[in-house]
């Protein structure tokens, strides 16, 4: 299988983009700056393209692959719209598309707790609206949309799962899991496409 990634230079994208190559798959780095990305000589097929989601007209096209995944995240200097321009060029490609949210924003507002989205307001305040407007434009061009806790590092969990965020039950304490779970989650969803316009919470 052929699979986009926007943002394979970051740390999940990165992930994704490893076990991708690892399941045997082509990737195709959708990165602004290609010399940040990094693959083991070892793990070839991978093809860098620049692309800048504030450039639409310059933006690679994806008529070459079956799906996407989009990683990305507000970096320092992105400035606001970022999120919103990335959903809007992976809705107009002619791919199934997977969209890593955050739990907390838009239509899972407080689906975490109280506590976990206090700590949403502080650590992500202006960014929740703009995450929220990127899953609709996302959800409205058929992607799975993950909504995804608080992430760290560690290894892939044996227990990681999809919830659809109609059946989450709001935990006692702040969701956690590592990005290795969520990268693993996101490519099973590239490979199925099982939750096609839906809001979907990875757990694990």
């Known amino acids: 299988m052929r699979i986009a990634i926007l943002g394979a230079s970051g740390r999940v994208g990165g992930l994704v983009t490893t076990q991708a190559l690892e399941r045997g798959h082509e990737v195709v780095a959708l990165v602004r700056t290609p010399g940040r990305v990094t693959v083991p000589p070892s793990r070839g097929r991978v093809e860098v393209r620049q692309a800048d989601v504030f450039s639409p007209q310059t933006f690679p096209?994806?008529?070459d692959?079956?799906?996407?995944?989009?990683?990305?995240?507000?970096?320092?200097?992105?400035?606001?719209?970022?999120?919103a321009a990335g959903a809007g060029l992976l809705a107009a490609a002619?791919?199934?598309?997977?969209?890593?949210?955050?739990?907390?924003?838009?239509?899972?507002?407080?689906?975490?707790?109280?506590?976990?989205?206090?700590?949403?307001?502080?650590?992500?305040g202006k960014?929740?609206?703009?995450?929220?407007?990127a899953d609709r434009i996302?959800?409205?061009?058929?992607?799975?949309?993950?909504?995804?806790?608080?992430?760290t590092d560690g290894p892939v969990s044996p227990e990681r799962r999809l919830v659809p965020l109609a059946e989450l039950r709001r935990p006692l304490l702040p969701p956690r899991m590592s990005r290795a779970t969520v990268a693993t989650l996101?490519?099973?969803?590239?490979?199925?496409?099982?939750?096609?316009?839906?809001?979907?919470?990875?757990?694990?």
């Open 61 to 63: 096209g994806l008529d």
């Open 65 to 83: 692959v079956e799906a996407a995944v989009s990683a990305i995240g507000i970096g320092k200097g992105d400035g606001p719209g970022a999120l």
């Open 94 to 124: 002619p791919v199934r598309t997977v969209w890593l949210g955050a739990l907390g924003s838009g239509v899972s507002t407080g689906a975490g707790g109280r506590i976990y989205q206090a700590v949403m307001r502080m650590a992500v």
């Open 127 to 133: 960014e929740l609206a703009e995450k929220a407007e």
């Open 138 to 151: 996302a959800l409205a061009g058929g992607a799975t949309v993950f909504h995804a806790p608080d992430l």
């Open 186 to 204: 996101l490519l099973d969803e590239a490979e199925t496409g099982a939750h096609g316009g839906e809001v979907v919470v990875p757990l694990g």
